[in-house]
């Protein structure tokens, strides 16, 4: 279950293919849906400074390995290492 927002032309190639890969999300999804989006997100900012904290210092672990290099990113906890 997510959602997306951006340009109309792309919102729509996204409609054409998810119509086609997946179904009706269980009630049960759907009501964990509802709850997240409903629910208290204080959880949420303290659990998002420590992945920000634990990113921030894994980019900086392998910006200082030669031959390694990456860009922390701005929306995600995760790495992309070239």
Do not use: K, W
Request: net charge neutral.
């Amino acid at each position: 279950i997510g959602y997306a927002a951006g340009p109309a032309a792309l919102i729509r190639a996204m409609i054409a293919i998810q119509s086609q890969t997946t179904s009706g999300a269980s009630s049960i999804s759907q009501a964990a849906a509802v709850a997240a989006l409903d629910g208290a997100q204080d959880v949420l900012l303290e659990r998002a400074a420590i992945l920000r904290t634990r990113r921030d210092r894994f980019a900086e672990l392998v910006n200082g390995c030669n031959g390694l290099s990456c860009t922390p990113p701005e929306g995600t906890f995760y790495l992309l290492v070239n």
